[in-house]
């Protein structure tokens, strides 16, 4: 009887709710997303792993529109990827993404990333991921700096302060 009594007495602890990386007015980027039948799995939602698929798709687009990447003279690899699930997504979903640069180091640079989907006018928010971006030296088979030019573009498009 006192386990019982003791167990009643417990405060029930309520789930963490998900934070979001800040509001979507914070990102200067956004771009649609198609979704293909072979994103599928079983259940019938986009497959968990298909989700960096569309996370490396967001920041190609990014990369192009914001930054015009010199990939000729340095590369970038991805040195980190992670990602929060919170609402599925279906075939007959309408998607977009947000990409920003929230974070510029030396060598390296952070992608956030937020799937949304339009669901009767209003973005629902899918999934919140990250990825950390390393420039890569492939003549030396090395991290690099960061090039000027492209540090100063991601500055400029992203308002950072420098």
Known sequence: MFFKTFWRKKEKQQDKKSEIFGNLDSFKYKTNLELRFADLDVMGHVNNAIYFTYMEIGRTKYWQHA??????????????????????????????????TSRIGNKSFDLEYLIVKTVNGKEILCSKGKTVCVTFDYATKSPTTIPEKERSKMIEFEQLSS
């Open 67 to 100: 930054i015009n990447w010199d990939w000729q003279s340095t590369g970038v690899v991805i040195g980190q990827a992670s990602i929060d699930y919170i609402a599925p997504i279906f075939l007959e979903d309408k998607i977009s993404m947000y990409v920003r």
